[in-house]
């Protein structure tokens, strides 16, 4: 499924894998697209995030506890617990299938939870393998100029 956004701003591209195609299955295919669109994940579920990434995290979140003077006055395993708790919630937000579905009727379910709806509504078997997602200018860099270097280079010429 190929979408684009905000007036062709944002281009998404979702690899979806199922067994029946009909109106239902391309219309959840393009939400997955929005949502993506929308929310910016970066990985489409937590198998996919590194271990590094996980490390590196919680030596961050580590130092800000220790940062704080109420915080860091708390037991090991209060904050081995809110450390826990604190990546689970990046996960949510960073993970496509854990992010709560934006058009999500009780405002609670997540995006796997709407495709296997879906799936089982349809009677299909429905995988999100990856997605793709651009937005305009992405991977452009900027030339970064000296205006009062130019106009010197001008004046010598």
Do not use: W
Not at 121 to 148: L, P, Q, S, W
Request: charged share 35%.
């Amino acid at each position: 499924m190929l979408a684009t956004h905000m007036g062709g701003k944002i281009g998404v591209l979702v690899d979806v894998e199922t067994d029946v195609v009909n109106d239902a299955v391309k219309e959840m295919a393009k939400n997955v697209a929005m949502q993506i669109a929308a929310l910016k994940p970066q990985y489409t579920s937590d198998s996919e995030v590194s271990a590094e990434y996980i490390e590196y995290e919680k030596e961050i979140l580590m130092a800000q506890i220790q940062n704080d003077p109420k915080e860091s006055q708390k037991p090991a395993k209060v904050i081995e617990g809110m450390i826990t708790g604190r990546i689970k919630k990046e996960l949510k937000e960073i993970c496509l299938l854990d992010q709560t579905y934006v058009k999500a009727e009780d405002g609670k379910q997540s995006v796997a939870k709407y495709v296997e709806r879906v799936a089982k509504e349809n009677g299909a078997k429905i995988t999100v393998k990856g997605f793709v997602r651009y937005e305009t200018g992405d991977g452009i860099e900027k030339k970064e100029e000296n205006f009062a270097e130019e106009v010197a280079k001008q004046m010598e010429n």
